[in-house]
């Protein structure tokens, strides 16, 4: 049985950073495609960020420049670092991991999703 278990959700000041962790229970992580998606009270689930590799990473337009996804194999980690936070960053932020093919920022690729961890960013 995977699990996904989220943690680094908080309330923070505009500009401010975090950092999200998403650990891997159960299975290899390396056989994965890993992804982060989030979604906002009223708004659709929405792709934030993928990672393969580490060199083979793709961004939201609205996150590109700020956030940084990243992977630690050995440790079943997925990362997701949050820089120059605004509030429309705000919102329950999930990670999936999934094995099939597709458009990366498609939810129906992923097979497992984590509990989310909110992040709220505030002026």
């Known amino acids: 049985q995977v699990r996904l278990v989220e943690s680094g959700g908080a309330s923070v000041q505009v500009g401010g950073s975090l950092r999200l962790s998403c650990e891997v229970k159960?299975?290899?992580?390396?056989?994965?495609?890993l992804g982060w998606f989030r979604q906002a009270p009223g708004e659709e689930l929405e792709g934030v960020a993928t990672?393969?590799?580490?060199?083979?990473?793709r961004y939201a337009p609205s996150v590109k420049g700020r956030f940084t996804v990243s992977r630690d194999n050995p440790r079943k980690t997925l990362y997701l670092q949050m820089n120059n936070l605004k509030p429309e960053d705000s919102a329950t932020y999930y990670c999936?991991?999934?094995?099939?093919?597709?458009?990366?920022?498609?939810?129906?690729?992923?097979?497992?999703w984590g509990q989310g961890t909110q992040v709220t960013v505030s002026t």
């Open positions: 990672v393969i590799t580490s060199d083979n990473t």
């Open positions: 999936a991991a999934g094995s099939r093919g597709g458009e990366l920022f498609s939810r129906d690729i992923y097979d497992y």
């Open positions: 159960g299975d290899m992580i390396s056989r994965y495609y």
